[in-house]
């Protein structure tokens, strides 16, 4: 896959393991935050901000898929509840060095427009604190801390959290109440999912066969008004025509909708969504564009040595390609 999407099973797993294994349990004070630097936004001490703020604090990395994915949700959350105290905190713990979650909050601007922290993959002391006690071993993940600064709630920020928030704005503090707010919100959040992934998976078995196109092309429009605003379903489902060995009946016109949406909703400045983009112009013919959209993939990777050479090696061949058109 050209982004990291973590399964369903996964995510539930993640957002599920609440058995502590050190001392801290929900409904406990809240570990002070600790970062190496803050590269958005005022540092923030969750004891100065007893009795005012509710806290979101995230764990988060640039490379992470679902991570980016999270983005527009916590700012939207920040915008929506700044007036009722809410404060979003996004926690880097597992980026290389700090320049490369410099570069990208600085390519985020606007779009990720709530507090972020760095903190070194060596030392994490922040995500140990929150994260070990749960045994949470994946990322995104989110905790809430309240206005008494007790932490109330711990799970998936895309799984259930935007119904828990909205209770802890108004006064909720009860963890049980909480976790059964989340857990009934992220049943309905797996019951989308779970409807999508299963007309995904009979479509890819569709096109397994050869000589589909005609049914592909229906049920490929179907799926693209299923999808909506998914992001990670528009990227798998771009992703599976162009990449998949088993696939008979490619439908080149549908791998560029997908992928031109899902453009669209990271608003053009995820690279590893402009890179499938890209493969996706080329592969219909569209060799100019694909060429074009490249170069920003490699512009916006500045810095980033590993990620650029395979920039430059999909850069070069369609390159190559236009020289010869």
Not at 143 to 167: T, Y
Not at 264 to 280: F, Q, R
């Amino acid at each position: 896959m050209v982004r990291a999407i973590l399964s369903l099973s996964a995510l539930i797993l993640v957002s599920s393991l609440c058995a502590p294994a050190w001392a801290l349990e929900l409904g406990d004070d809240a570990p002070p935050i600790a970062a190496d630097k803050w590269l958005k936004g005022d540092p923030v001490d969750l004891a100065a901000g007893k009795g005012k703020h509710v806290y979101i604090l995230e764990f988060w990395a640039t490379w992470c898929g679902p991570c980016r994915e999270s983005i527009p949700d916590l700012t939207r959350l920040q915008r929506q509840h700044k007036d009722k105290g809410l404060v979003v905190i996004g926690m880097t713990s597992g980026d290389e060095n700090v320049e490369v979650a410099e570069r990208f909050v600085k390519r985020m601007g606007d779009r990720m427009a709530y507090t972020v922290a760095y903190e070194s993959k060596k030392t994490r002391p922040t995500a140990d604190a929150y994260m070990k006690p749960f045994k949470v071993v994946g990322i995104p993940h989110a905790f809430i801390i309240d206005r008494q600064g007790k932490l109330v709630w711990q799970g998936h920020p895309m799984l259930g959290m935007d119904a828990v928030i909205e209770r802890v704005l108004e006064g909720e503090s009860d963890t049980k109440k909480l976790q059964e707010v989340g857990k009934t919100a992220m049943a309905a959040k797996v019951k989308v999912f779970e409807e999508r992934q299963e007309a995904l998976d009979a479509y890819f078995e569709l096109v397994g066969e050869a000589d589909r196109l005609e049914d592909s092309k229906k049920a490929g429009e179907k799926l693209l008004r299923l999808f909506g605003d998914d992001l990670g379903m528009h990227v798998q489902l771009a992703d599976g025509i162009l990449n998949n060995d088993d696939v008979k009946t490619q439908d080149v016109e549908l791998a560029l909708a997908a992928a031109t949406r899902a453009n669209e909703l990271s608003e053009g400045i995820d690279t590893s969504v402009l890179t499938l983009y890209a493969l996706a112009q080329f592969t219909s013919g569209q060799v100019d564009k694909a060429v074009e959209t490249q170069k920003k993939v490699v512009e916006l990777l500045e810095g980033e040595k590993e990620l650029l050479r395979a920039a430059h090696k999909a850069l070069a061949r369609y390159e190559a390609a236009r020289k010869k058109s």
